[in-house]
C-alpha cells in the first residue's frame, strides 16, 4: 500500500511516479526476459539483464556506479552488492538523523542521497555521481518508483533504468527477481549471508503458515491512516499481503476501490465497515501511527484497537529475504497469540 500523503496525489495524476523513456545506447530494444538473469563471468566482461517491462539493457561490462530508491538499494546489499551502490533516493534519514528502516544493511554515509523523502530527486547530484544504472520499483506498469514525474525528462537519459514488479505478483517475486539483478551485478548468492537469509525466510514463511492452523479464522485488515481517511489495502494487488494470503492469512479484502485498486479510502467515520481481529497499521513516518490516532473517536473503538490488537506493517517492504524473513516471523507470532473477537 501507498503511504497516505502520496495516495492523495497519485490518485489525481496516476498512481505511481516516473515512466518509459529513451535510456540511450546501453538500451537495447526489447527482450522476451529469458536472459534477464544472465550473469557476466567478470566486471570487464559484457552485461544484459531484462527488466520487468521487458526492456533489455546490454554494456561491454556490468555497471559499478549505482543508484536506486533507498529500499532497492537495501536490498542489493542484502544479495551482496556493495560499493556499486553511489546513490540513493526515498526515505533514508528520519528527521533526527537517525537511519530509515528502509535502509536496512546499507551503509548510508558512504552513498549520495538524492532525495529523502517523495518527490524530492537532485538532478544536479545524479548527474555528478556518473550513474551506470537507476533501479527502482514498478508498482503499475511503466510507472518508476520516485522518479519525480516533473524531472523524469532529466533524469532517465543520464544512464539505463531497470525496474521491478512490485504490484499484483506475491512478494517472492519481486525478491526473486532483485536476486537476479544483483547476481547479474556480481553478487554470490551461494554466499553464506544470502543462502541462510533465504533459509530463514522458508522457516519464516512455515510459521505463518503453522499460526494460521494453530489458530484459524484470525480476520486481517491491512490498513494505513491519514488525518482525513482510513486506507483499507487491497491483497490482491499488495505483494506481501498477496504472499500471505498465500500462506493462509485471511485478509480483508475492500470492496470499493480507487484508481489503482491499491485500497479502499474510507472516511473515519466509516472506519469500522469491514469487522477485523488484527489490524497491520502502515508504520511508515508518512502515516499515523496509534498515538496518532488515539484522538480519532472510531479508531478507539474499533474491536481490533480495544483489544490491543493492532500490529505495525512494513507498507513497503524490503525485498530480500534478509528483509522479508523477520515480517514474517513478526507477523507469525501476531497471529498465534491473537484473539477472534467476533
Known sequence: ????????????????????????????????????????????????FT?????????????????AFTGTAAALVDFGLDKQIVGVFGETKRADGTVDPQAGDLNVESVEILGNVWGEFSVEK??????ELLVTHMYDPGALWYVPDESKNKILPLAPTVAVTTARVPMTKPIERYAQLAESLGADLSAKKVTDAKARFEAAAESVRQAVKANPGI????????????????????????????????????????AGDYFEALSWENAGKFPADLILLDNRSTALQPKDLAAKPTWAQLPA??????????????????????????????????????
Open 51 to 67: 527488466d520487468d517491462r521487458s526492456e533489455k539493457l546490454t554494456a561491454d561490462s556490468r555497471p559499478t556506479r549505482i543508484v
Open 219 to 258: 480476520k486481517v485488515l491491512a490498513a494505513s491512516g491519514s488525518p482525513d481517511l482510513f486506507y483499507v489495502s487491497n491483497p490482491k494487488v499488495s505483494t506481501d499481503l498477496m504472499y500471505f494470503a498465500e500462506l493462509g492469512v485471511d485478509i480483508v479484502v475492500p470492496t470499493k476501490l480507487e
Open 305 to 342: 484497537v480495544k483489544a490491543n490488537q493492532v500490529a505495525p506493517w512494513d507498507a513497503v517492504p524490503r525485498f530480500s529475504y534478509a528483509g522479508a524473513a523477520p515480517l514474517l516471523e513478526n507477523l507469525a507470532t501476531t497471529i498465534r497469540t491473537a484473539k477472534k473477537l467476533s
Open 1 to 48: 500500500m501507498l503511504d497516505s500523503m502520496s495516495t492523495r496525489r497519485l490518485s489525481r495524476r496516476g498512481l505511481l511516479a516516473g515512466g518509459v523513456a529513451a535510456f540511450g545506447l546501453l538500451l537495447a530494444g526489447c527482450g522476451d526476459g529469458g536472459d534477464s538473469a544472465k550473469p557476466s563471468t567478470s566486471s570487464g566482461g559484457p552485461w544484459t
Open 126 to 131: 545524479y548527474a555528478a555521481l556518473r550513474p
